[in-house]
């Protein structure tokens, strides 16, 4: 072999070895949730605990939901533990990014916004966007000037997809933001704002639990929206290997069940607070 094929030769080896030192390198720090959850076999969950029946505090305060039982099976499939983090829903997504819970399950829904900056696995359930409001001011406000006229004061969740749909649909009405679902229901009985636009299952459950029955929704959902889980970009290895479970745990027929469980049977009622 002549000196200068020789070289040539030391080259490619070099490139090759650099090649692989870098995909190494790119590969740990492309999946470092992954690889902490190997490690300390725990899988953190950030949801609120304010969306029933996705997720709430039991009267045995105790967190129950679909998305817990759908964490949980996720975590069992994963062979690992799984420590639920409850904060505002407002706070999710900035917890997420700062590493301080692994995924969001907490009837997250796709946007192409938080697609940007966002991973999202599934859709695992549907849930549409409805309004909780005084049913004579309902009335009053069909009979007059619609929902989306300056005199109509609204509510939303702070971060939410609620909050964006007011903001796109009902551009016109006044907008205010709230951080709990209790402290918007006060407001509405109140008489200090006439809506709260919020998931479809927020909105039946205030009416089934409105004692005096002066709450009302909409008949026909403002908009319907894929709910997924949610983690930050550049975990492929997460990203994949929850796909694959949500996708097992499809085929088999548990989400169905789970499903049936919190949408179709009322039960979970008498637990809450």
């Known amino acids: 072999m002549n000196n200068g094929l020789r070289k040539i030769t030391s080259i490619v080896i070099f490139i090759n070895l650099l090649s692989i030192l870098l995909f190494t390198h790119v590969a740990h720090a492309a999946n470092t949730t992954f690889e902490r959850i190997n490690k300390s076999g725990v899988l953190v969950v950030g949801m609120s605990g304010e969306q029933p029946p996705f997720n709430f505090v039991s009267n045995q305060e105790t967190v129950i939901g679909y998305d817990v039982d759908l964490a949980t099976a996720l975590g069992k499939s994963l062979d690992v533990k799984v420590r639920i983090e409850l904060m505002p829903f407002a706070e999710l997504v900035k917890a997420l990014q700062k590493h301080e819970i692994d995924v969001i399950i907490s009837g997250f829904a796709f946007t192409k916004a938080r697609s940007e900056e966002l991973i999202f696995v599934g859709p695992y359930a549907l849930s549409g966007k409805s309004l909780i409001i005084n049913k004579n001011r309902l009335k009053e406000i069909q009979a007059s000037t619609g929902l989306n006229h300056q005199s109509v004061h609204l509510m939303a969740l702070e971060n939410s997809t609620s909050k964006t749909l ?11 933001t709230i ?88 039960g979970w009622l008498a637990l809450l607070p």
């Open 166 to 176: 007011a903001e796109e649909r009902l551009g016109k009405a006044k907008l205010t």
């Open 179 to 266: 951080k709990h679902y209790e402290d918007a229901i006060l407001a509405l009985r109140a008489g200090k704002a006439d809506g709260l636009v919020a998931d479809l299952a927020v909105c039946e459950l205030a009416v089934i639990r409105d004692t005096e029955k002066q709450l009302t929704t909409l008949k026909k959902p403002l908009a319907v929206e894929d709910i997924s889980i949610a983690m930050n970009k550049n975990e492929p290895f997460l990203e994949s290997s929850l796909s694959e479970k949500l996708y097992t745990l499809g085929e088999s027929g548990e989400l169905t069940t789970l499903h049936k469980k919190w949408f179709n049977d009322p």
